[in-house]
């Protein structure tokens, strides 16, 4: 949000040979919880399932959601406005979209239950002009939803869901620019049940989890190394009796995973492999989630971050939903208690380029509509401090003011969703060139800035002189009159730290100068 303060062009001129004025602006700034496009910026008509960012800062979002003509989309927030990505019915998705995701080149892929005339399901790729099939029509030709989707640094393209290959195996899927392939070769990972979610780390391995489980009948977490499947930390090291829906990895390659799976206490938690062991992040029960964990991602401080259908309640049938954080020490509600309060599941979250947090899902505005939440620094409001020379003006929001006083606006904006409360601290200056001459040079102060004592020294002043100290509202705090003497002593340990005015009167003219009480 930008405040845009303007100035008549008199007090431009004068600002500009007198360097008299005093502007200064502090910022008060929270993170929060805020709707993306403000209250019903999207208003999507159902649940929120995949999200994604590019490089430019724009937001994707799609899910069960759908347009006008009943078609699933995906939803570009650029940060002015929300939007149909290509147009309405560009991708024209019969079913919902599940995961999205970007290339370094800013490419946007989409993946879901979504059929192509051949009722075969398929990556779709939007190059920033058009959607098209990625591979060409049935290049990749799969019979089920594609649940996950990853893009290594090299582009290359892997998927994975529901769909099996033609011995009914679930698979990871492959695209190297030029053909789909099953990843290692038919049956090589030879998965029982869906995969939920793939991921990679910076050596090249792939990661892949979810429903399929191990000879012994445990989920697991399944390495390609380049050259073979494997189950991470060797059989049943993590022996996971529910299934893993998400997967993230840190900077220096150690995996996380997250689903339905419990401790010995019951509770969902996040799983950690260091290369040597698996681990609950936090120790037994530091996150102590009482549903599902759907999601898990890293923030660009490589903070790891938990949502899902988990609340903050004594079960999962009360209380709200929220996002939690693992700083390396303990988890947290991002937020705190109830800050994004949201009061229906959390089935994706996200961080950009800045760091901010990005959630999506079921849960609701006050006007029913689901919708993005952002977590990240707002504006809360401003202190404006600013002197004006007696007998200018100063425009505040559309005011013209002339007076010393303190003035109060509430801005709104449905960009950010945040309110920013402005506050104007204005004083009048003496009026006239000839009176700040006399200013400048026959009053002076020191130390300034000063913690309590200060001396005022006036040249050639050889008479009682009345002393004031003026606050930036343009009250008389305090009074003290001095005798002959050059300088005189005045304290001001007994104030505010803050800055006033020492003022008084000169002959015929009116001395004032800035204090600064530290």
């Known amino acids: 949000m930008y405040h845009i303060l303007h100035f008549s062009n008199s007090f431009f001129k004068r600002i500009c040979f007198l360097s008299l004025i005093l502007f200064s602006t502090s910022y008060l700034k929270a993170q929060i919880w805020t709707e993306v496009g403000g209250l019903n910026g999207l208003a999507p008509n159902n649940m929120i399932m995949s999200m994604c960012s590019d490089k430019f800062g724009n937001i994707y979002a799609g899910g069960q959601f759908t347009n006008s003509n009943g078609k699933r989309f995906v939803a570009k927030w650029d940060g002015t406005t929300w939007s149909e990505l290509g147009g309405l019915n560009a991708l024209g998705a019969n079913a919902n979209i ?122 697991y977490v399944a390495k390609w190394d380049g050259v073979n499947w494997s189950e991470v930390g060797g059989l049943n090291s993590l022996a996971a009796i529910a299934s893993i829906q998400s997967i993230c990895v840190d900077t220096l390659g150690n995996v996380y995973v997250a689903g339905a799976f419990i401790n010995a206490s019951g509770k969902q938690y996040v799983a950690k492999w260091d290369g040597i062991n698996w681990s609950e992040v936090g120790g037994l029960n530091a996150l102590s989630a009482n549903y599902d964990i759907k999601n898990i991602c890293f923030d660009n401080a490589n903070r790891l971050y938990a949502a899902g259908w988990f609340t903050n309640g004594t079960s999962s049938g009360n209380g709200n939903a929220y996002v939690a954080q693992w700083n390396g020490i303990g988890w947290s509600e991002v937020g705190g208690f109830n800050g994004l309060a949201a009061n229906g599941a959390i089935n994706k979250i996200m961080s950009d380029k800045n760091g901010n947090i990005f959630a999506g899902g079921n849960f609701h505005n006050v006007n029913g509509h689901q919708y993005v939440a952002k977590y990240g620094i707002c504006r809360m409001y401003d202190t404006i401090t600013a002197s004006i020379i007696n007998g200018n003006n100063y425009v505040f929001n559309s005011d013209t003011l002339t007076i010393a006083g303190m003035y109060n606006d509430t801005l709104n904006t449905s960009i950010t969703g945040c309110d920013s409360v402005v ?96």
């Open 423 to 518: 506050t104007l601290i204005l004083s009048v200056l003496p009026n006239g060139v000839n009176d700040l001459e006399e200013l400048n040079s026959n009053m002076q102060v020191f130390p300034n800035p000063t913690s309590d004592i200060m001396t005022v020294s006036i040249n050639n002043n050889e008479h009682k002189t009345k002393f004031k100290i003026i606050d930036l509202t343009g009250n008389v705090i305090a009074e003290q009159l001095s005798e002959t003497s050059k300088k005189t002593i005045i304290d001001l340990s007994k104030l505010s730290k803050g800055i006033y005015f020492v003022e008084c009167q000169y002959k015929d003219k009116v001395l004032r100068r800035k204090v600064i009480k530290n």
């Open 98 to 219: 599940c995961d999205l995701c970007t290339d370094t080149l800013g490419n946007i892929y989409a993946v879901g239950g979504f059929t192509n005339a051949s009722s075969k399901n398929y990556v779709a790729k939007w190059d920033g002009i058009n959607w098209t099939e990625l591979g060409g029509l049935n290049g990749l030709s799969v019979n089920g939803y594609i649940y996950s989707i990853y893009i290594d640094n090299n582009g290359i393209v892997y998927v994975a869901g529901l769909f099996s290959n033609i011995t009914n195996s679930k698979f990871v899927a492959k695209w190297d620019g030029i053909s789909w392939s099953e990843v290692g070769g038919l049956n090589s990972l030879g998965a029982n049940a869906s995969i939920f979610a793939i991921c990679g780390d910076s050596f090249g391995n792939i990661y892949a989890a979810g429903g399929f489980k191990n000879a012994s009948g445990s989920k």
